[in-house]
Nanobody, 118 residues
Framework: QVQLVESGGGLAQPGESLRLSCIGSGFTFNKYTMSWHRQAPGKERGMVASISSSSSSINYVNSVKGRFTISRDNAKNTVYLQMNDLQPDDTAMYYC???????????WGLGTQVNVSY
């Protein structure tokens, strides 16, 4: 059974940091591109950052460049999102996604909530 389990969300004040983790199981983690997406109330879900299976290719949405860092540890079947200098606009549910190399299999986690406010 495929599972993606996110953790690390919570409440932060502007300027603070959080680190999200996503552990995958039930599929060959090191063969999948992993990404983080977020969805705020009333808005569409959008990609925040992605990392290729070997970590050779990393991409960020412009709004988080220089503040967020995506990384992965294939030995632990885990992808991370280090979020620094959090801002209220970063408030959203954050989801982990796995995409197979042939782009035919897509898996989603259930999400972890991040709230940024004073």
């Amino acid at each position: 059974q495929v599972q993606l389990v996110e953790s690390g969300g919570g409440l932060a004040q502007p300027g603070e940091s959080l680190r999200l983790s996503c552990i995958g199981s039930g599929f060959t983690f090191n063969k999948y591109t992993m990404s983080w997406h977020r969805q705020a109330p009333g808005k569409e879900r959008g990609m925040v950052a992605s990392i290729s299976s070997s970590s050779s290719s990393i991409n960020y949405v412009n709004s988080v460049k220089g503040r967020f860092t995506i990384s992965r540890d294939n030995a632990k079947n885990t992808v991370y999102l280090q979020m620094n200098d959090l801002q209220p606009d970063d408030t959203a549910m954050y989801y982990c996604k796995a995409l197979s190399s042939d782009r035919e299999r897509i898996y989603w986690g259930l999400g972890t909530q991040v709230n940024v406010s004073y």
